[in-house]
């Protein structure tokens, strides 16, 4: 917004004399530059809002605090944009702040939303959440992992398939988070398509029934792993490699056509409160400095799922988000009796 001109005192006599003669020729005039004065500190004060509203981003971050912390205090120092960040917690992880968006459809309060999965942001695309145009994109991957425990399990032994967990080799030896949420929630979600209806049932009853353990998220379940309370479980490379920073003795099994790879994704909300500040930070995530930072701390596995040279679940979005509800039903009959 440019500001009107403000009333200048360029004209106005510089010795006490010429002041005074000014100000006794009339009243109305004096009215006059009061009615001026209060306008240009109208406009003057629009104009600070206005600039004050642009100097600001809100976030609805389901990537991990700990590296996207970092990250948008980098945005903020290289930009002046102000980074207002809502974070989610490990068990809910982006299902609490998709509601959340959901919720305020009518009113939007975010600009941009930062997801770590894939699932919940189509989900939110099919309900026009975002933007119409580019209205979110995936950057950087990490993938569904069988982690386990190297002094419980020697690597010759380690199941290679999902398939194997209902062996009665591993009751009550396995780890994984309540699959109604976060990347766990997406991967059963995908191996449903992946092996069809009847097989994947079948798979989720015999593993709930092998006694697992379910615990709330994936890096409880490397924890837990680790700590060898289970002997293996299913969770994310990020926190296999966090887990492994910290000492356990837990290493990741290789990639499979049952493994899912998970991007980063982030959208701009319809609606925005401050359109051209969440312009900037979505292109700024996708640079390939910080894509390539988040590789280096291990938060990402990769720039690209196009390097992955293994075949992998291919899933069929769209199918995926219509059976949505029917799936999230089973799982809840499967796995929360």
């Known amino acids: 917004m440019t500001q009107p001109d403000s009333p200048k005192d360029s004209n106005w006599p510089k010795d006490e004399f010429g002041r005074h003669e000014v100000i006794a020729q009339s009243t109305s005039v004096l009215w006059l530059l009061v009615v001026f004065a209060v306008l240009g500190g109208f406009y003057l004060f629009s104009d600070i809002s206005c600039a004050n509203k642009a100097e600001q981003v809100i976030v609805y971050c389901a990537q991990d605090q700990v590296f996207a912390e970092p990250i948008l205090r980098d945005f903020e120092r290289l930009t002046g944009i102000k980074v207002r960040a809502v974070f989610d917690s490990e068990a809910v992880k982006t299902v609490a702040l998709a509601n959340r968006l959901l919720a305020e459809r009518p009113h939007p309060q975010c600009d941009v939303f930062?997801?770590?999965?894939?699932?919940?942001?189509?989900?939110?695309?099919?309900?026009?959440?975002?933007?119409?145009?580019?209205?979110?994109v995936a950057f950087g991957y990490r993938s569904r992992r069988i982690v386990v425990n190297t002094n419980r399990v020697a690597l010759s032994n380690a199941p290679r398939s999902l398939l194997e967990l209902t062996n009665q080799t591993w009751r009550g030896k396995v780890a994984l988070a309540y699959p109604l949420f976060g990347t766990t929630a997406t991967h059963f979600h995908a191996l449903r398509q992946f092996w069809g209806e009847q097989r994947w049932l079948a798979w989720?009853?015999?593993?709930?029934?092998?006694?697992?353990?379910?615990?709330?998220?994936?890096?409880?379940v490397v924890a837990r792993v680790g700590s060898g309370e289970a002997w293996v479980g299913l969770s994310d490379s990020d926190d296999v490699a966090a887990g492994q920073r910290e000492g356990l003795p837990v290493t990741e099994m290789p990639m499979t056509a049952e493994t899912l790879l998970i991007p980063n994704t982030a959208g701009v909300v319809r609606g925005a409160p401050h359109p051209q500040a969440a312009q900037r930070l979505l292109e700024f995530l996708q640079r390939p400095d910080?894509?390539?930072?988040?590789?280096?701390?291990?938060?990402s596995e990769g720039a690209s799922t196009s390097e992955v040279r293994v075949p992998t679940l291919q899933v069929n979005w769209d199918a995926l988000l219509r059976d949505l509800e029917s799936t999230t039903a089973t799982l809840k009959d499967v796995f929360l009796r």
């Open 114 to 136: 930062w997801g770590n999965e894939e699932m919940r942001t189509r989900q939110l695309a099919a309900q026009n959440v975002f933007r119409e145009q580019v209205g979110w």
């Open 290 to 299: 910080i894509v390539e930072g988040l590789v280096r701390v291990a938060a």
């Open 204 to 220: 989720c009853r015999a593993l709930a029934a092998n006694q697992p353990l379910v615990v709330d998220g994936n890096s409880a």
